[in-house]
């Protein structure tokens, strides 16, 4: 029997799709490649025109892209490129003055066709009337009637094109002239119209989007060299001068000034660093001279990262976005049959006149174009991922966005996302025999090694930094996971962490402070005796009060898990009013926690909030996983669907806020699109429409969408005034100071 091989993923690869193509055919381009044995799942991004291939498919995507779009090309995008350059710009800039000139020679000539028609009309003039007409119909009209005619010939029918050039060509031959030129001109000024908006909700993403920055000033030797940061290795230092983008991710060994960290956070208030701070790509230095050690290639960069997850946004789309996408489908073959019965029906019953009924029908043609529903959910969507990110909320994709809507609960870790994560020793309990200077030793000797936020205000209490001759009694050191630590110190077992970890080995302890809930008890033990504790203190971010209670008034269930005792976890969830809390739980036990929350839940979805550092499974096992204070964290990013990069609770509102507002934009283009397509179709039927008021039904009402969908960009959080900083208790004050 053969072994079974695996198969591997090919990594896929940045392109831009270069090249006029609406986005219609976007959803088209789409489905044929995404059907394309061996092409994967592939989504375009339509508003920065940015798709992702196996490198192996890109001769055949060109050839299924170009197809159904002729002109179009795949250009590779390396990282060193900006996503849109200068020349592109100038370019689409060269193409919509050509068409903009091409439109005002064609209404020139338009008003001309009008202001003499009622002289040539059955005259021997009659010849200028169709010279007139028809120059000022190709014009405009000419890139449609032949992309129509080659899409004929593939087999595509039912696009656009296809629809105004059916409509026009009919109403000519029905000697409808200035129907004929209103309609492919007023269609020409809506997507001119339409490409400038798009353009301007394109380039203000792009804007974040090319914030990359573009040198490095590397030291070396005795000269600071210029450049480019992908070519700056970690270990590298260099220079970042006042103005200058922080180029890549380090660690300041020289110098302390102000930085800006509005692009990462969405704040304002500059934040000041100094040495031994991290600083990452994307701030801007603003006062100081800084040198920093780098600490990240460009590639794993914060702000690369960042960007990534940006762009890559559209590969996640919405319920509502794939329902319309199928819907347009659809839609427009059934409008078409429609028309043809129209046109047909009722003459052979009778009623009326065939030329009456076939200029219903061609009107009917010109209201059934879908763009104005294809085009305006997607822009919405990204246009809600941008304004986001305008407020240091990143949204992984308009899934995500759609999910943070039907949010009904939400879960939060305690330590670093309701409480600051800085801890301090308030109180040492030294056993009989030891000294509180000789109890915090022991423990700070044994915390050495640990990262965890109790373990280093240990090592700041005791005051001593750790050296190699601190550490030469030290034998060894063990994790226990969730409960302390476990080392060999000087020949003698020490334990420190919970009660539980002392109990299973069969220690005993007095219940001296296990339920004054002052703050986490740290219990420490030398070789199976009881030797003491340390009460150590967090306290309660200035804005989670704010935030339970508007996530409270909003009728949304607050539940808060934490591994810390039940005294604590009940302090704190008395302080800030949470609906329930659940206490002294192990990394696993939060999931399973979260699992009977969505079980029990009414109606709508559960979001988990946590530091992102060690809340991984529970992040990926929520409907929403929300990283709190991504800011450098790689752990959030990679696994949280939305990441909120500064330690502010409250943000959770605006995510929430900004995913109603982008779904209450987005079901505004729906009803408006299609009752004002409904309204124009019934009185094209009854004959109360003519293609003048077609043309607006479907260019006016998809430029309207595209505006309307513009506003979720510059969405602003309603001001939030934040109490002064709170502590667990009164009594807790007192022992801090």
């Not at 030793?441 to 205000?457: D, F, M, Q, T, W």
Request: aromatic letters at 8%.
């Amino acid at each position: 029997m053969s072994e079974l091989i695996p198969v591997v993923e090919e990594e896929r690869v940045k392109y831009r799709i270069e090249g006029e193509f609406c986005a219609n055919c976007s959803a088209k381009m789409e489905r044929k490649l995404s059907s394309t044995e061996g092409m994967g799942k592939t989504t375009i991004n339509y508003a920065t025109k940015i798709i992702f291939l196996p490198p192996s498919r890109v001769a055949q995507a060109q050839d299924i892209i170009e197809s159904i779009e002729a002109g179009v090309k795949l250009v590779p995008i390396s990282m060193k490129q900006k996503v849109a350059t200068s020349d592109i710009t100038v370019d689409v800039n060269k193409e919509n003055k050509w068409r903009l000139t091409k439109i005002i020679l064609a209404c020139t000539l338009f008003a001309v066709g009008l202001l003499f028609e009622s002289r040539w009309k059955n005259s021997s003039w009659v010849v200028f009337e169709y010279l007139v007409y028809l120059t000022a119909y190709f014009i405009v009209g000419y890139k449609v009637l032949v992309k129509a005619g080659r899409n004929i010939f593939r087999g595509q029918f039912f696009d656009e094109n296809f629809l105004m050039s059916l409509a026009t060509i009919g109403a000519i031959a029905i000697n409808a002239l200035p129907e004929a030129v209103a309609v492919m001109l007023f269609y020409s000024v809506g997507e001119y119209l339409e490409e400038r908006a798009v353009n301007r909700s394109r380039n203000s993403i792009q804007a974040l989007l090319n914030f990359r920055p573009e040198f490095a000033n590397l030291i070396h030797e005795l000269e600071v060299i210029k450049v480019d940061p992908e070519e700056v290795q970690v270990g590298q230092q260099i220079l970042v001068r006042p103005g200058e983008k922080v180029p890549l991710d380090g660690e300041i060994v020289n110098g302390s000034s102000f930085v800006d960290t509005a692009a990462l956070t969405g704040e304002s208030v500059p934040r000041k660093v100094q040495v031994g701070n991290t600083i990452l790509a994307g701030m801007i230095n603003t006062t100081g001279v800084l040198t920093m050690r780098v600490t990240k290639v460009l590639a794993e960069s914060s702000m690369q990262k960042i960007l990534d997850l940006v762009e890559n946004a559209s590969t996640h789309k919405a319920t509502t976005e794939k329902f319309i996408t199928t819907f347009a489908r659809y839609y427009t073959p059934a409008v078409v049959v429609a028309a043809l019965g129209i046109a047909l029906i009722p003459p052979l019953l009778g009623v009326g006149n065939f030329q009456d009924w076939l200029y219903r029908a061609l009107t009917i043609l010109v209201i059934s174009c879908p763009c104005a529903l294809v085009i305006s959910v997607p822009l919405g969507y990204f246009g809600g991922i941008g304004g986001a990110s305008r407020h240091g909320i990143l949204i992984k994709g308009a899934n995500y966005l759609e999910a943070l809507t039907e949010i009904s609960t939400v879960v939060f870790d305690k330590t670093g996302t309701l409480t600051e994560g800085v801890f301090q020793v308030v109180e040492i309990t030294p056993a009989k025999g030891y000294t509180e200077r000789e109890l915090l030793e022991i423990a700070a000797r044994a915390e050495a090694h640990s990262p965890h936020p109790i373990a280093k205000s240990i090592r700041e209490k005791y005051g001593k930094d750790m050296k190699v001759s601190d550490l030469t009694g030290l034998l060894s050191y063990e994790e226990v996971s969730g409960q302390g630590i476990r080392a060999h110190l000087n020949g003698k077992t020490v334990l420190v962490g919970k009660a539980g970890l002392l109990e299973q080995s069969g220690i005993f302890l007095p219940r001296l402070a296990l339920d004054r809930g002052l703050g986490t008890v740290v219990y420490i033990s030398v070789d199976g005796d009881y030797a003491g504790q340390l009460t150590i203190s967090d306290r309660v971010k200035s804005d989670s009060r704010v935030a339970i209670d508007r996530l409270n008034q909003m009728g949304i269930r607050t539940v808060m898990l934490t591994g810390d005792n039940q005294a604590v976890a009940k302090a704190v969830a008395e302080e800030l009013a949470l609906s329930e809390y659940h206490s002294d739980l192990m990394p696993e036990d939060k999931v399973s926690w979260l699992e009977k929350l969505s079980q029990t839940k009414l109606q709508g979805k559960v979001a988990f909030v946590g530091d992102g550092l060690n809340d991984a499974p529970v992040l990926t096992r929520a409907d929403v996983g929300i990283a709190m204070g991504g800011l450098g964290s790689d752990a959030a990013i990679e696994a949280a669907d939305v990441v909120i990069m500064e330690d502010q609770p409250s943000k959770i509102l605006d995510a929430i806020h900004i995913a109603r507002y982008t779904k209450k934009i987005i079901w505004q283009n729906i009803g408006v699109a299609l009752g004002v397509k409904l309204v124009f179709i019934l009185l094209a039927v009854f004959g109360l429409a003519n293609m003048w008021m077609a043309i607006f039904a479907d260019e006016g009402v998809a430029l309207l969408a595209i505006l309307n969908a513009m506003r979720v960009r510059w969405y602003h959080s309603p001001q939030r005034s934040l109490p002064e900083a709170t502590t667990l208790s009164q009594g807790l004050k007192a022992a801090i100071h």
